[in-house]
């Protein structure tokens, strides 16, 4: 399984981005993490396999969407009123199985490389 994140960069407090992330195989549960300098992975959103159910971190609730399209394989988290506090790398990942926790890091056995999003105050 191979997992590409691209859409990252610089973008002013109050800007908006939308990554997206290409997975190869069967369609399971995909998750956005980000890890910001110095401090450990942190969850920010995942959807089911269909994308009918969408988990959320507090601190993004209402700013970040998460959405897939799986004819063509990719999910997508558009990121609107960012703030200095999102910027971070952010990771696509994702799960092998159903009927887990998609909130957990523990859950997604594939990642891909990572986007820098980088928020200016």
């Known amino acids: 399984v191979q997992l590409q994140a691209s859409g990252g960069g610089l973008v002013q407090a109050g800007g908006s981005l939308r990554l997206s992330c290409v997975a190869s195989?069967?369609?399971?549960?995909m998750g956005w993490f980000r890890q910001a300098a110095g401090r450990e992975h942190e969850f920010v959103a995942s959807?089911?396999?269909?994308?009918?159910?969408?988990y959320y971190a507090e601190s993004v609730k209402g700013r970040f969407t998460i959405s897939r399209d799986n004819d063509k394989n990719t999910v997508y988290l558009q990121m609107n009123g960012l703030k200095p506090e999102d910027t971070a790398v952010y990771y696509c990942?994702?799960?092998?199985?159903?009927?887990?926790?998609?909130?957990?890091?523990?859950?997604?056995?594939?990642w891909g490389q990572g986007t820098l999003v980088t928020v200016s105050s």
């Open positions: 959807a089911s396999w269909s994308g009918a159910t969408t």
């Open positions: 990942a994702k799960a092998k199985v159903y009927g887990i926790d998609l909130t957990q890091e523990a859950s997604f056995p594939y």
């Open positions: 195989g069967k369609a399971y549960g």
